[in-house]
């Protein structure tokens, strides 16, 4: 068995320039999506892309993560150029080992890893977005992500800190099984039922890849769309090998020539949409709380009497509770076991309740 791949790119319909790169050989393909400014976002793909370019010989999945960490290293130091800084891209890449048929994929980012096999799609990359965390976490369903306007909020990236977590996964390959890398301009603008039907389609990789990215066109093309497509071919399938090896050579000198662009933008949009998203997760994470401590009820004593507060008795962070209203029936009225029932301040969701707990308190009979 062995490998035959092809990559295609396009800058869509709406950026004006393309911050995606992609690279692919025999043995390892790889897609890039740059952030952080025209110069910073191309720089950052195109540095990920050349490190994966550059080497040679020896590549096993070990020597894979420690390309991804040196891309890492080096786009974080050049980041220190102040045209540059606050660039910072994702990785994702594939290895082929023929030796044990097995492909390894490495990630960082969003852009993802599919496996297609027998006619079904399967994810194998796990995306590090702010989505992906909240569906991990059950706030929004897997529907909701496809559409959440914060879609493209990476929770990590390449270049963006001196060191970087790697995820690493391996499929046992047959021949037959198609391996897609993808930018999120691919799967934001083609539901995966279509991107299962454009793989279904048999074709060289190059056809495929370039349907692809068509069919993210006319999906929309809002972001660059950027895509590499591995096919494990059994041995003797020379003829098809061959048409592919012409088509990717000219891809990549399309790569290899491309030049940063002068910066337009003042502030890197990514890493400014890595902030907020850490900053929305934050905000969820403590609105949450927040928004049900103030709309909770409680009764307590307020100078003496009987008393409603909307909030949770303490308080929660800066919130504190306030003082509904105050009913007329002094604490001292009331018999020992509504004393102590009232000495544990129960919170209501409503203030229907609280008021109702507040008319069941007893007024013992002395005096009255
Ligand atoms: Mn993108």
């Known amino acids: 068995m062995k490998l035959i791949s092809a990559t295609s790119t396009h800058v869509g319909r709406v950026r004006d320039s393309n911050q995606d790169r992609a690279m692919s050989s025999d043995r390892v393909a790889a897609v890039a999506d740059g952030m952080g400014g025209h110069a910073g976002g191309e720089q950052a793909a195109l540095m990920a892309v050349a490190e994966f370019n550059g080497a040679r010989g020896d590549l096993s999945p070990p020597r894979l993560v420690e390309i991804v960490e040196a891309a890492n290293q080096r786009i974080f130091e050049a980041a220190d150029d102040p045209k540059l800084r606050g660039m910072g891209t994702t990785i994702v890449a594939a290895l082929f080992d023929p030796s044990v048929s ?70 046992d390959v047959v021949a037959g099984d198609r391996i897609l890398l993808a930018s999120d301009g691919l799967f934001n603008e083609v ?57 990717k050579g000219s891809h990549s000198d399309n790569v290899l020539a491309e030049v940063a662009r002068p910066r337009k933008r003042r502030f890197p949009l990514r890493s400014i949409l890595i902030f907020c998203g850490l900053l929305l997760m934050i905000g969820i994470g403590v609105g949450g709380p927040i928004y049900t401590s103030r709309n ?28 509904e209203r105050t009913t007329d029936v002094r604490v001292e009225e009331l018999d020992g076991a509504s004393r102590e ?6 919170v209501w969701s409503t203030e229907a309740e609280a008021q109702g707990f507040a008319d069941n308190l007893s007024v013992s009979d002395v005096g009255g």
Not at 141 to 155: L, S
Not at 199 to 223: C, F, I, N
Not at 296 to 304: F, K, L, P
């Open 102 to 171: 097995v492909v390894s994929l490495v990630n960082v980012g969003d852009s993802r890893g599919y496996l297609f096999r027998d006619g079904i799609l399967r994810q194998i990359t796990v995306d590090h977005s702010l989505v992906d965390e909240l569906v991990r976490q059950g706030r929004i369903t897997p529907a909701e992500a496809e559409t959440h306007p914060q879609r493209n909020v990476v929770t990590r990236a390449l270049g963006i800190g001196p060191q970087v977590e790697v995820d690493t996964f391996s499929v």
């Open 191 to 247: 539901s995966s039922e279509e991107l299962g039907e454009l793989l279904a389609v048999a074709g060289d990789p190059k056809q495929t890849a370039d349907d692809l990215v068509e069919a993210a066109l006319k999906g929309g093309g809002r972001d660059n769309v950027t895509v590499a497509v591995l096919d494990l071919v059994d041995e003797d399938d020379d003829a098809q090998a061959s048409a592919v090896l012409d088509a």
């Open 296 to 323: 909770s009820y409680y009764v307590d004593a307020d100078e003496g009497f009987v008393a409603i507060y909307r909030g949770r008795p303490g308080g929660f962070l800066w919130t504190r509770p306030s003082l």
């Open 341 to 346: 029932r009232l000495s544990q301040r129960p």
